[in-house]
């Protein structure tokens, strides 16, 4: 429990071959099914205060009532993912804390010193997230996502399905 941020609620794995890491989450972790996005539409996004075209693959998956998030960003665009990448890290890269006030828990961040590494939406102003630069070591950025929309359903939705997931259809294509 952060007594910033609350609990964790995702651990985000940037990864270089998203279908090779679902594979291995299946097989050998047992973790599914997935809902995969293979070219995540974000409204806008942000690197470091500058516009960037970042694309990116995601998959989602919960073990328990932690969700897994699978990134593989698909071009060379500026982002935190392409930053941990090139430092050479593939794997943990960041844990997210999710919130239904966004804007409160953003201004509380900022106040305390927090810098945004990248920040964004998707599906709307209730679908935004910011990664804080915050990474010591890897696997410690910070990431606050807003939930009160239908991300926050959406996400729920993943955690029922996970719940009683027999290992059939594991792979779930969303988009």
Same mark, same amino acid.
């Given at each position: ?28 972790? +047992? ?8 070219? =995540? ?16 693959? =995601? ?5 328990? !009532? @932690?969700?897994?998030? @699978?990134?593989?960003? @698909? ?5 935190? *993912?392409?930053?941990? @990448? ?15 006030? *966004?804007? $409160? ?8 010193? *927090? =810098? =945004?590494?990248?920040? +964004?939406?998707?599906? +709307? ?7 804080? !630069? ?31 997931? !027999? $290992?059939? !259809? ?6």
């Amino acid at each position: 429990m952060s007594r910033i941020f609350g609990s964790v609620c995702q651990n985000g794995y940037v990864v270089r071959d998203i279908h090779a890491a679902m594979k291995h989450w299946i097989e050998v972790m +047992g973790v599914g099914p997935w809902f995969y996005i293979e070219d =995540v539409k974000t409204d806008w996004f942000k690197h470091r205060g500058a516009a960037s075209d970042m694309k990116m693959s =995601v998959a989602l998956a919960n073990s328990g !009532d @932690l969700q897994i998030e @699978l990134i593989q960003q @698909l071009n060379d665009a500026p982002s935190m *993912y392409k930053e941990f @990448l090139d430092a050479g890290h593939e794997g943990l890269q960041h844990m997210s804390y999710w919130t239904e006030d *966004y804007q $409160g828990l953003y201004d509380k961040a900022i106040s305390l010193g *927090y =810098v =945004v590494g990248h920040e +964004g939406s998707i599906g +709307g102003e209730k679908g935004r997230f910011a990664y804080f !630069d915050t990474q010591a070591h890897p696997g410690t950025i910070v990431e606050i996502s807003d939930i009160s929309g239908t991300k926050g359903r959406t996400f729920a939705h993943i955690r029922k399905v996970a719940q009683n997931w !027999d $290992g059939s !259809d594991p792979i779930r294509t969303f988009g």
